[in-house]
């Protein structure tokens, strides 16, 4: 079992910053891949960005350029860093891991952005 932690959402403007954390409750070493995916109302969940081991990343071609994910191994926890945030990008996002191939989710942070 993984427990995860988010922090980090909230509102901006659009061309704005923030930056979301997910604190897990196991050494991300033993976790297959983390990632952050987002919600928006009437839409199907998507990935937004991954990290597996070896600082492999994955982005969704929307975030490309403005999204950067990044992991703190000393403190298990995986970063996502936003810039250039558009008003598209209002979603809740939720944090993912998998581990032994199986997929655990946080509770989700509310990112606004406002045109």
């Known amino acids: 079992q993984v427990q995860l932690v988010e922090s980090g959402g909230g509102l901006v403007q659009a061309g704005g910053s923030l930056r979301l954390s997910c604190a897990a409750s196991?050494?991300?070493?033993?976790?297959?891949?983390m990632g952050w995916y987002r919600q928006a109302p009437g839409k199907q969940r998507e990935l937004v960005a991954s990290?597996?081991?070896?600082?492999?990343?994955n982005y969704a071609d929307s975030v490309k350029g403005r999204f950067t994910i990044s992991r703190d191994n000393a403190k298990n926890t995986v970063y996502l860093q936003m810039n250039s945030l558009k008003p598209e990008d209002t979603a809740v996002y939720y944090c993912n891991v998998v581990f032994r191939w199986a997929h655990y989710w946080g509770q989700g942070t509310q990112v606004t952005v406002s045109s």
């Open positions: 196991r050494s991300i070493f033993s976790l297959n891949s």
């Open positions: 990290i597996a081991n070896g600082d492999i990343t």
